[in-house]
C-alpha cells in the first residue's frame, strides 16, 4: 500500500500564510493546485521527492463544500483550529475497495492553471470524518507523469507518520501488516486525545523537520 500524499486543511483566512509557512519549513516553494468545483475547495501542493506530496486545502464560499464529504471534512477541520486532515493512499483499481465498502467512489478532478484536467477517483471520507485515524484511498485516472507528485521540487521526502489510533483497526480497513502498513514510509503509533494524523516527519537537506 502506497502512500499518495498528505493534507493538511486551513481556514480561508489562513490558507496563504500556511502554504507559505510549511513551504519554507521544507524549504520550497508550493504550487497553485487549483480548484475542487465537485467538492467545494481549492489547494496548493508542494511535489516531493519519493513520490509523494503535501497538499494544503481549504474550502470555497460555494455550495459543494457543504454537500461534499470532502468539503465537509476540509471545513470541520479547518473550525478546529486546521491540521492535518488525513493521510491518502493510492491504489491501481479502486473496485475491490468499493465493494468492500459497499458503495460507489466519487469522481473528482480539477483544471491545473496550465489547463490540465487532472482526474481521479477517491473513496474513504465518509469512514475518515466517522474515524479521523483511518486514511482514504484514491486511484489517479491520469498518466503517472501529470500526476502532482510527478515533478519533485526539492529533494526532501516524507520519512515517516504519526498516527494516533489503533494499529489493528487501520490494518484491517487497509488489508495490509499492522506493523508495516506503508510501503516505505515509517509509521509510528502514538497516544493522542484525538485519533488521527498527529505529524509528519519530512527529510530535508537540512534535517529532518516535523510538522
Do not use: C
Not at 521544507?26 to 504550487?31: E, M, W
Request: glycine letters at 10%; hydrophobic letters at 40%.
Amino acid at each position: 500500500m502506497r502512500l499518495d500524499h498528505v493534507s493538511y486543511a486551513v481556514a480561508r483566512d489562513s490558507f496563504v500564510s500556511t502554504v507559505q509557512w510549511i513551504g519554507s519549513a521544507l524549504g520550497a516553494g508550493f504550487v497553485d493546485g487549483g480548484v475542487h468545483p465537485r467538492f467545494g475547495t481549492r489547494n496548493f501542493v508542494l511535489p516531493l521527492s519519493g513520490g509523494t506530496y503535501v497538499e494544503v486545502v481549504t474550502t470555497l464560499d460555494h455550495p459543494a463544500a457543504d454537500r461534499a464529504p470532502f468539503g465537509q471534512a476540509v471545513a470541520r477541520r479547518a473550525a478546529e483550529g486546521g491540521g492535518w486532515l488525513g493521510w491518502v493512499v493510492s491504489v491501481d483499481d479502486i473496485a475491490p475497495v468499493e465493494a468492500r465498502l459497499g458503495r460507489t467512489a466519487a469522481e473528482g478532478h480539477r483544471v491545473r492553471p496550465d489547463g490540465f484536467d487532472l482526474r481521479w477517483k477517491q473513496i474513504g471520507l465518509l469512514e475518515l470524518m466517522e474515524d479521523p485515524q483511518l486514511p482514504y484511498f484514491l486511484q489517479w485516472l491520469v498518466p503517472t507523469e501529470e500526476r502532482p507528485s510527478a515533478d519533485p521540487r526539492t529533494s526532501t521526502s516524507i520519512h515517516g507518520v504519526s498516527i494516533a489510533g489503533d494499529a489493528a483497526s487501520i490494518a484491517e480497513f487497509l488489508g495490509e501488516p499492522a506493523d508495516h502498513p506503508l510501503d516505505q514510509i515509517d509509521v509510528t503509533w502514538v497516544e493522542d486525545e484525538e485519533p488521527g494524523l498527529v505529524s509528519v516527519e519530512f527529510a530535508t537537506a537540512h534535517g529532518p523537520v516535523t510538522i
